[in-house]
């Protein structure tokens, strides 16, 4: 069966400060990944979407970086974090159909 | 651009049914999805709509019409555990990319 992790669960960053989450899915090859940003009580906002190594696109300009160095590897990256970088910070994968299957999360609080 | 727009909030009492809204606009139109997500967890597929009518999946049920660019999701025989954001997805190319509606928070009460 396919997982799909996250790390860490939970980070508290001060303002400037460089950053990198890391999302590994097991159990499948080729997925397309995902990653989004989720403010408090509101919708998710697709940052980056990858459809195989190294083949990155971008969704929304911003503060933040993505990279794929291996199939199932999907990192996220800041060289300088802003407080408006604050969210909750969502992998997600697909394989064959419309369904995406979400990691559990980082939570991320920039002070 | 593309928007979709859903209520913020709806409350119902268990056992009842409830319908949840999703209007959008978009200049191409794959299908529309629905999630769900539990406070503090990660959002879970429910349904996946790309033609016209009705798709049942046990107690819930997803709605399309395309030509009102307008779906529901429909919640039968509440549950507390129903309790929870719900939110409309819309694909609008070949790519696989979705773009997520704010949600609506449903709030089951006894």
């Known amino acids: 069966s396919q997982t799909i992790h996250q790390w860490p669960a939970t980070l508290v960053q001060p303002v400037g400060s460089p950053l990198s989450l890391e999302c590994t899915v097991e159990?499948?090859?080729?997925?397309?990944l995902y990653w989004y940003r989720q403010a408090a009580g509101r919708g998710l906002q697709l940052l980056f979407y990858?459809?195989?190594?190294?083949?990155i696109s971008s969704e929304v300009p911003q503060n933040l970086s993505a990279s794929r160095p291996q199939d199932r590897q999907f990192i996220l990256s800041s060289k300088k974090l802003l407080l408006s970088d604050s969210g909750f910070y969502l992998c997600?994968?697909?394989?064959?159909?419309?369904?995406?299957?979400f990691g559990p999360g980082t939570r991320l609080l920039v002070l | 651009g593309q928007s979709l727009e859903q209520p913020s909030e709806v409350t119902a009492v268990e056992g009842a049914i409830v319908q949840i809204n999703c209007t959008y606009q978009?200049?191409?139109?794959?299908?529309l999805s629905w999630y769900q997500q539990h406070d503090g967890g990660a959002p879970t597929f429910l349904s996946y709509?790309?033609?016209?009518g009705l798709e049942e999946t046990g107690r819930f049920s997803s709605f399309l019409s395309r030509s009102d660019s307008y779906g529901y999701l429909l919640l039968q025989e509440l549950q507390m555990k129903d309790s929870a954001s719900y939110f409309c997805?819309?694909?609008?190319?070949?790519?696989?990319?979705?773009?997520f509606g704010s949600g609506t928070r449903l709030l089951v009460r006894p």
């Open positions: 997600a994968w697909r394989h064959n159909g419309e369904t995406q299957y």
């Open positions: 159990g499948t090859s080729n997925p397309n």
């Open positions: 709509n790309a033609l016209d």
């Open positions: 997805a819309l694909k609008e190319d070949s790519s696989y990319k979705l773009i």
């Open positions: 978009t200049s191409g139109f794959y299908g």
């Open positions: 990858s459809v195989g190594i190294g083949q």
